[in-house]
């Protein structure tokens, strides 16, 4: 069976991009900044409006470089600026066992395993490699094809289920085990 | 002790450990579990009951335990987040303990490609690290992912896989190390037939201090073949068998290769025995239970003393000082050994 799934595709050049994450972390540290003080302007002239021009925005732009799959909760600064939902299994904490010798995908075998490429990626990354390792909440369905930009900036993208976040001594930052 | 599980029972007291799989039947009859499960019983300290192995369809992990459970019998309930949401996969872990399962082994679960239904919808709600963490959540908070509060927690024994031998190598130690962050008590790995490579996944897990947080098995099988290893390494996801291997496999005649196949088995049990770190084995002999009972006679590692309930005080004391170098005891774990549930049976009884 020929594998057709939406994680599988990647624009031309979006790779070598990628493979630039230390100037990838540097900007989105810009961005976050710049962002934070631009929404509320934003937010203020055309609440509406803004929402659906961050998710255009979003939708053309992470699409091109991370094949976004518009989860509204984007991590990927934590994950070595490598789109986890792009792993068909939508892993969120890192490879699954079935990752190839060649360091491809169990279920597209003609793609590298994101995984592999995240965890070489946050390697070079000196600001948020370490994320890495951090537990990542379950993630919430509900914020599918929102901006996660603007869920960012008003937190929505940070609200764990209730029982999680009672259980993590770091509340809503998640567990790291360093 | 969280569940006054045999199977914890066992580790906690330094004892080498054997747990085996089970192949759920394509069937709905409980005679098939319970053939399958007698010959693996008598054997080892636990029977995993997997979940819908290589996405193939069987009999459901949580039937398989239930009858295991009634049989008197140890379980491993296999959960793969391929196929529920976390609304079911909650339910089914109060389910399960309420049916007297006390262990349960958390999984990503191999793809829906994989199996004999690659049409089917994936569903991956929660990936393998958060569904350890909701099970330790409902475990020690006594609520579910959403806060709502449990009147009876699931006491589970908790665990997690882990793959040594595919890539990214250098964050295999980390990965399994970010599983008992998050939850797990023991550890069960891929098929093992690349020592070397195990080696240096442990002197790493071992240099963590991982092996004092958690139970580490190492999963081994038997081969057919070489043609199976043959198809195994290629097919089945995850399995990394090195061409030496196969070569061994192929260079004995046809009616010998069975029993090579068993031989580099307990060979590599031996091994794996000898390493720091090492609490037990894992044997998966897929469709080939029978063979499980005369590896684990041929590496020594029978009788399997029943660490029963009537009988741990005496056990767990005098197992601690014959350990066999299989390392500490975990620390977080000291504890006062629980009371055993009334219907437990030891392994001498079901017999």
Redesign the interface.
């Known amino acids: 069976m020929t594998i057709n799934l939406p994680e599988a595709r990647r624009w031309p050049g979006s790779e070598w991009i990628k493979n630039h994450p230390a100037a990838l972390e540097r900007i989105y540290a810009v961005s976050v900044k710049a962002f934070t003080r631009v929404y509320p302007a934003m937010k203020k002239i055309a609440p509406q409006s803004s929402e659906r021009v961050m998710v255009f925005v979003e939708a053309v732009g992470k699409g091109y470089v991370w094949n976004c799959q518009m989860c509204g909760q984007c991590i990927l600064h934590s994950t070595g600026m490598t789109c986890p939902m792009n792993c068909p299994k939508n892993l969120r904490n890192g490879p699954c066992g079935g990752v190839r010798a060649n360091g491809h995908c169990e279920v597209i075998p003609e793609r590298m395993c994101v995984w592999v490429q995240a965890w070489e990626r946050s390697q070079a990354m000196a600001v948020y490699g370490h994320k890495i390792v951090t537990l990542q909440p379950p993630v919430n369905r509900a914020l599918k094809n929102t901006s996660s930009w603007i869920n960012m900036v008003e937190g929505t993208d940070q609200i764990t289920p209730p029982g999680w976040a009672a259980a993590s001594p770091t509340g809503n930052e998640g567990l790291e085990h360093r | 002790m969280f569940a006054n599980s045999r199977l914890e029972r066992v580790l906690r007291s330094g004892r080498f450990a054997v747990t085996a799989e089970l192949n759920a039947p394509d069937s709905a009859n409980p005679e098939d579990v319970y053939r399958n499960a007698l010959v693996l019983a008598e054997v080892c300290d636990a029977i995993n009951a997997t979940d819908g192995s290589g996405a193939n369809c069987h009999m459901s992990s949580l039937g398989c335990c239930a009858l295991l459970v009634r049989a008197g019998y140890e379980p491993v309930y296999q959960i793969s987040?391929?196929d529920r949401n976390?609304i079911a996969i909650q339910g089914d872990l109060l389910g399960a303990a309420a049916l007297g399962v006390k262990n349960v082994l958390c999984l990503?679960?191999?793809?829906v490609?994989?199996g004999d239904q690659?049409g089917a919808k994936?569903v991956?709600?929660?990936?393998?690290?958060?569904l350890l963490?909701?099970a330790?959540?409902?475990r020690?908070?006594g609520?579910?992912?959403?806060?709502?509060k449990l009147t009876t927690p699931p006491q589970l024994f908790l665990g997690a896989?882990?793959?040594p031998f595919?890539?990214?190598f250098?964050?295999r130690p980390?990965?399994m190390?970010?599983k008992?962050?998050?939850g797990a008590s023991f550890i069960q790995t891929?098929y093992c037939f690349d020592v070397p490579r195990l080696r240096t996944f442990m002197q790493r897990a071992v240099d963590m201090g991982l092996h004092e947080k958690a139970f580490i098995l190492v999963g081994v099988g038997p081969l057919r073949s070489d043609k199976a290893a043959e198809f195994m390494r290629t097919k089945v996801?995850?399995v990394?068998i090195p061409d030496a291997v196969v070569a061994r496999l192929a260079g004995v005649a046809p009616k010998q290769k069975a029993e090579e196949g068993k031989r580099i088995c307990i060979e590599i049990i031996q091994q794996v025995r000898e390493m720091a770190g090492v609490a037990g084995v894992h044997i998966m002999a897929y469709r080939q239970e029978e063979t499980v009972a005369e590896i684990v006679h041929r590496a020594g590692l029978f009788p399997r003393h029943a660490v029963g309930a009537h009988r741990e005080g005496h056990v767990n004391q005098h197992a601690v000082h014959h350990a066999s170098g299989n390392g500490a005891q975990p620390a977080h774990h000291a504890g006062q050994y629980g009371s055993a549930s009334p219907g437990m049976a030891s392994q001498g009884e079901l017999q």
């Not at chain 2, 990503?108 to 793809?111: I, L, R, V």
């Open positions: 987040c391929r976390r990503t679960g191999d793809d490609t994989a690659p994936r991956f709600d929660l990936d393998s690290l958060q963490h909701t330790t959540i409902m020690d908070h609520v579910f992912l959403s806060g709502r896989a882990a793959n595919v890539p990214p250098a964050w980390e990965r190390a970010k008992i962050a998050a891929q996801p995850g990394h």
